[in-house]
């Protein structure tokens, strides 16, 4: 038996950006529908639709200077977490750039923060993709970044107890 799929159009279009969107990235179905868009402008776009179909709109200004290649969201659990804990998710976002680094971004308190600092940076071009990996049951976060230069960085971040290690690759 074939089912068709039907899509209807309903155009939504967000210019919330001054330069090309060079990556979007939807967040973890925790978050509801809640897209991020880094830009060449720097800027990082999360949008986020609320229960009466109106869309919020917050910006991460400066993200990355010299323009924003790659955003991908980290796994609502936190690291550890194994399916049916009741902790509250957590919304962070990896993001590249052409400033060569990786930044990490958590939402708290209303606004979106840098998580890491200094930024991550191994690579000595362009950061052109950030994946983050699945984490359910592992202590730890870890993070893929691609570059230009031709390098593949796996970057992880070890719980130890209650607390956090830094990044290290």
């Known amino acids: 038996m074939y089912h068709s799929s039907v899509y209807t159009q309903h155009e939504q279009v967000f210019q919330e950006h001054d330069s090309s ?6 967040a973890p179905h925790e978050f509801g529908l809640c897209l991020a868009c880094g830009s060449s402008d720097g800027t990082i776009s999360v949008l986020t639709q609320k229960a ?8 991460i200004d400066p ?23 009741i902790s509250p998710p957590i919304q962070k976002l990896a993001s590249g750039g052409c400033d060569n680094t990786i930044k ?5 308190g209303g606004n979106w923060r840098l998580d890491c600092f200094p930024p991550l940076s191994k690579h000595t071009d362009w950061v052109r ?21 031709g390098t593949v960085v796996i970057w ?4 130890i107890c209650c607390t956090y290690s830094t990044w290290f690759s």
């Open 156 to 159: 992880t971040q070890v719980r």
């Open 52 to 59: 009466d179909g109106a869309w919020e709109k917050a910006k």
């Open 21 to 26: 969107v060079n990556s979007i990235c939807w």
């Open 104 to 108: 990490v971004w958590k939402y708290t």
């Open 129 to 149: 993709d950030v994946a983050w990996a699945p984490n359910l049951g592992l202590p730890k976060s870890t993070i893929a970044s691609a570059s230009q230069d």
């Open 63 to 85: 993200a990355h200077p010299v323009g924003v290649t790659s955003v991908s969201w980290a796994p609502a659990a936190a690291p550890g977490s194994l399916v049916g804990d």
